[in-house]
């Protein structure tokens, strides 16, 4: 199993360019979720689905969209890219049904708004 | 008040050194409670996970839960170099599948 991919690994925009960052899983993990990380400031949740179709936001949406037309992928789309939205980007799966929720990352985006 | 309190550090200790990372929360509601280790560049890995209160052992890694303080905390013994990561705390109600994270501590083993 590949587990959580994403790609690219790296990216510079510039202010107002668009993208989009690619999530795929191969563990047939209902939940899938995107979360930016800036320094010191942890994990903050931009989007997360629970299954194909399903889409909710998290705590930081604005700026952002996604779809989920497949139970493997969760891309995630920047719109009018902002200095703002420079940071490092994981996308996640977990299973439904486990108690704790573990979470499987991706090795992260890097993404500079220049 | 955040739900989840977390000192980003960094902490810095010479390789050998019991290691004490703590979370506070105020959200009683948590049930479960986990510690991440995210290595610079890679993305967070589950490295232990609890249920309610109590200790849980695993080699040189212990997590602990206090629900009565609201206050949970990993140990490291016999720290290594190769222990230098950022650790997040992250915690969930029963059936929740959205985690709360801590900020994550940046701890740093020097040899």
């Known amino acids: 199993n590949a587990g959580v991919t994403q790609t690219p690994k790296f990216r510079i925009l510039k202010i107002g360019q668009s993208m989009t960052l690619q999530c795929a899983q191969d563990?047939?993990?209902?939940?899938m979720y995107w979360y930016r990380q800036d320094p010191g400031m942890g994990l903050k949740l931009i989007y997360y689905?629970?299954?194909?179709?399903?889409?909710d936001k998290g705590e930081v949406p604005n700026g952002y969209n996604v779809s989920r037309s497949t139970t493997e992928d969760f891309p995630l789309r920047l719109e009018l890219a902002a200095p703002s939205q420079t940071s490092v980007y994981f996308c996640?799966?977990?299973?439904?049904?486990?108690?704790?929720?573990?979470?499987?990352f991706g090795p992260g985006t890097r993404l500079t708004v220049l | 008040q955040k739900e989840v309190e977390q000192d980003p550090g960094p902490l810095s200790v010479p390789e050998g050194a019991i290691v004490s990372l703590n979370c506070t929360y105020s959200?009683?509601?948590?049930?479960?409670f986990m510690w991440y280790r995210q290595y610079s560049r890679k993305g967070p890995e589950l490295l232990m996970y609890t249920y309610s209160s109590g200790n849980k052992e695993d080699g040189r890694f212990t997590a602990q839960v206090d629900k009565s303080s609201k206050y949970i905390s990993l140990f490291i013994r016999d720290s290594q170099p190769s222990d230098s990561a950022t650790y997040l705390c992250a915690m969930t109600t029963g059936g929740s599948y959205i985690p709360t994270f801590g900020r994550g501590t940046s701890l740093i083993v020097h040899p």
């Open positions: 689905s629970v299954g194909a179709g399903i889409t």
């Open positions: 563990m047939n993990h209902n939940y």
């Open positions: 959200n009683s509601a948590f049930q479960y």
């Open positions: 996640a799966s977990a299973p439904t049904g486990g108690s704790y929720n573990e979470q499987f």
